[in-house]
């Protein structure tokens, strides 16, 4: 399949919206670049998981994480990592699938800009979905492992989004090590707490982003990307205890 490349200058401006809703940007020369990129197939699949139950969303989040597994991790790593490849394939090739599964987007520009032509980024969910596969099929050897990992992200989405928000923490086995270390102390429910009693800190901090802070502040002095499991583990539970009583768990090593 054909993908031709379209120019970032035009996709966030009224007409190319417009043009987008009326089926005409393949009539628009000036909105394509000379760049063009060949796959072999192109499945549909969710690219927002923004509303919706925790259950419906975590189905959404696993099916795109396999439809990304299964086929677009199967291209150059400058293909699937480039935003202009999502938007074009998007906005030229996939209309009618977008505006049946997120018909918010035909009403509104706004929608159209945030569901589609997101910043490329640890906030859009299509970026999302391209590390955590990419991270389970670089990690897990069975099935059973892969549908854990999957669980684990969508289980532990907030420390996840936190963990590929800074690129010191987006290493493969950090992520997989410390989903392992949530899983294995039963962490889960309790990172994802909002911090009370705290006015020092933000209004809407979580457990879960004061460790990650934490590990921020001390790199590189700990270099805790290359830790092993048991290193990082007693780190991560010393850091928790910072904010949180931890005669209140059963951890492991507490």
């Known amino acids: 399949m054909e993908i031709r490349l379209l120019k970032k200058d035009y996709i966030k401006k009224e007409e190319f919206y417009k043009d987008f809703l009326e089926d005409k940007i393949m009539e628009k020369e000036e909105y394509f670049s000379d760049k063009i990129i060949h796959i072999k197939e192109d499945p549909d699949f969710p690219i927002y998981m923004g509303k919706g139950g925790e259950e419906e969303r975590g189905r959404l989040f696993k099916e795109a ?6 086929c677009y991790l199967n291209t150059d790593r400058d293909i699937h990592m480039d935003e202009m490849f999502w938007y074009s394939l998007l906005c030229v090739h996939k209309r009618e699938f977008l505006l049946r599964e997120y018909p918010q987007i035909g009403e509104s520009m706004k929608d159209f800009h945030n569901i589609v032509v ?40 907030d420390v996840f989004n936190y963990m590929i928000k800074y690129e010191v923490f987006r290493n493969d086995k950090f ?11 039963d962490l889960a429910k309790v990172l994802k707490f909002k911090i009370k009693d705290r006015p020092d800190l933000g209004k809407d901090e979580r457990y879960g982003r004061r460790v990650l802070f934490e590990f921020n502040k001390v790199y590189p002095i700990v270099m805790s990307p290359m830790l092993d499991k048991e290193e990082l583990e007693v780190l991560f539970i010393k850091y928790l205890g910072y904010y949180y009583d931890l005669s209140k768990l059963e951890c492991r090593i507490v």
């Open 65 to 70: 994480f396999r439809v990304m597994s299964e």
């Open 118 to 157: 997101k910043k490329f980024d640890w906030e859009n969910y299509i970026y999302k979905c391209i590390l955590g596969a990419q991270y389970v099929k670089d990690n897990a050897d069975t099935e059973e492992e892969i549908e854990k990992y999957y669980d684990l992200i969508v289980e532990n989405l």
């Open 175 to 185: 992520i997989i090590n410390v989903l392992d270390i949530i899983n294995d102390n």
